[in-house]
């Protein structure tokens, strides 16, 4: 079964630095999402993107945040100075299209902030 | 605006015992609703869904039913086996209205062989 691929399983990062989480979605999948979970806390809304734009985001994805689709197969979550409240598990969704098909979630990466 | 309600964890059961994880939701509209789960160092699998009231999601021998007139969706399993600990999360989601899942706290459940 296709599968939601996201790199590195763990990124540990200094405080200020800018850190890129990738994530390859699955191939027929037009919806495209990141969300965050910190650590005994509920797994939380970042953002979506669809045909090449942010379709909705939320308040937590502030300047600092911003996504991309570098080309046909890539989605990048970059963080611009990182901040230790970043540290959290951060995972990526697709989905096929915009109707009651569930998002397919990745194994996401664990950010750590020092 | 919407959340999503789940019973705390963890929750510790001998194999083959009877499991129900409750889960309520507040929702202006109607949405879907799903359980995922996460299973130690991997990533959240949807497990079943219900798209509208009365409807039965099932998988791997687990069900939940959309109860509308309780807003619930709660989580069974006849017998659970040791190869079900894992983190079980309620969520919604309205894609009339925007884009987001809106996930529970998580559900740890751990089962004793």
């Known amino acids: 079964e296709p599968e939601v691929t996201q790199t590195p399983s763990h990124q540990v990062t200094q405080m200020g630095q800018e850190v890129i989480l990738r994530c390859v979605p699955i191939?027929?999948?037009?919806?495209f999402y990141w969300y965050r979970q910190i650590l005994g806390q509920k797994v939380e809304f970042l953002v979506s993107f669809y045909n090449n734009e942010i379709s909705e985001k939320s308040e937590i994805f502030d300047d600092q945040f911003s996504v991309e689709r570098p080309d046909g197969s890539n989605f990048t979550l970059k963080i611009r100075s990182t901040k230790l409240e970043d540290s959290a598990m951060y995972f990526c969704?697709?989905?096929?299209?915009?109707?009651?098909?569930?998002?397919?979630f990745g194994d996401g990466t664990r950010l750590s902030i020092l | 605006g919407d959340s999503v309600t789940q019973m705390e964890g963890p929750v510790t059961l001998s194999e083959e015992a009877f499991l129900t994880i409750n889960c309520t939701y507040t929702?202006?509209?109607?949405?879907?609703l799903f359980w995922y789960v996460q299973y130690p160092g991997e990533g959240l699998q949807l497990l079943l869904k219900?798209?509208?009231?009365?409807d039965k999601g099932s998988n791997k021998g687990f069900e939940a039913t959309y109860r509308k007139e309780t807003t619930s969706f709660h989580l069974e399993k006849g017998s659970v086996q040791v190869s079900d600990s894992a983190v079980y999360f309620c969520?919604?989601?309205?894609?009339?209205?925007?884009?987001?899942?809106?996930f529970g706290k998580g559900t740890r459940l751990h089962i004793l062989p």
């Open positions: 929702a202006t509209g109607y949405p879907s």
């Open positions: 219900a798209t509208k009231a009365d």
């Open positions: 191939s027929n999948h037009l919806y």
């Open positions: 969704a697709s989905s096929p299209d915009y109707s009651n098909q569930p998002q397919h």
């Open positions: 969520a919604l989601s309205d894609r009339a209205r925007d884009d987001k899942i809106i």
